[in-house]
């Protein structure tokens, strides 16, 4: 095995490593009324698939989104994992994903043959395709979740890491800080784009107050609730990454 991949292998383990330890964390905080979804756990399979083939090496840019949706990484256990663009864009196969320890019956599992769209991970993954080849993206950047599961209240509604009851909220932002500590370390980007608000404001108080690290830019968050994101997304996301400087790092790896 060359030098290279030996090294790739070992920063792909290291990713892995540190999110089995939150992964652990995660399911062992008490939850209240609140539902887990942990497709680190039940997806592990396609999410190792990713890790290897896409956090094997340190990138200059890192993309940073906030929790797990029911149709997208909860389904395929891709950060953004919009079905159609995990296959089509990442290429990646078609692998097992499990039945979560607890399933709620609006929200079911059905992993590789989910039929429905993430229209969150879609908005973002299609413009990513539009711009890049996925060697060439993928190459520079590396995308990855805050807190890569997701929490139901007893009704199937998602609650978002912001909304956790006080002392889980608490638990699991500290978590989950100290999780994206470590890929920072390990990825070691020059530049990390948080998706939407809530991931800005916690990765800048991470990063921004340090002299030596990660400059953080804001992206806006691709949701279709939000009434910007939903009628001129791209437009926006443009400017922001141009003026973050994406575009021209790409360009220089290329």
């Keep these: 095995m060359e030098g290279g991949e030996m090294l790739g292998d070992c920063i792909a383990h290291r990713i892995l490593s540190s999110e089995a330890h939150l992964s652990a964390c ?63 864009y990442l290429g990646l196969e078609s692998h097992h994903v499990r039945t979560p320890k607890e399933e709620h019956p609006k929200h079911t599992i059905t992993g590789w043959d989910t039929v429905r769209s993430d229209p969150e991970g879609d908005r973002f993954w299609q413009y990513v395709s539009s711009k890049y080849p996925v060697r060439d993206f993928m190459s520079r950047c590396y995308v990855t979740t805050y ?64 002299e030596v690290g990660p400059a953080v830019y804001p992206l806006l968050h691709p949701a279709p609730s939000n009434a910007v994101s939903y009628k001129k997304w791209c437009s926006v996301a443009n400017d922001q990454l141009l003026y973050a400087g994406v575009p021209q790092i790409i360009a220089r790896g290329n």
Aim: with cysteine; aromatic share 8%; glycine share 6%.
């Design 147 to 210: 807190c890569p599961v997701m929490y139901l209240n007893e009704n199937g509604k998602e609650v978002l890491p912001p909304c956790l009851p006080h002392k889980l909220r608490n638990l699991v932002i500290n978590s989950c800080d100290l999780h994206l500590i470590e890929v920072v370390d390990i990825i070691k980007p020059k530049v990390i784009i948080a998706i939407g608000s809530f991931t800005y404001e916690q990765v800048s108080k991470l990063f921004c107050s340090t």
């Design 26 to 88: 995660l399911e062992r905080y008490a939850r209240e009324n609140l539902m887990l979804y942990n497709p680190l756990d039940y997806a592990v399979e396609p999410h190792c698939a990713y890790v290897c083939n896409y956090g094997n090496n340190e990138k200059p840019i890192m993309f940073v989104g906030m929790n797990a949706t029911a149709n997208g990484m909860a389904q395929s256990g891709v950060p953004l994992g919009s079905l159609q663009y995990v296959k089509q």
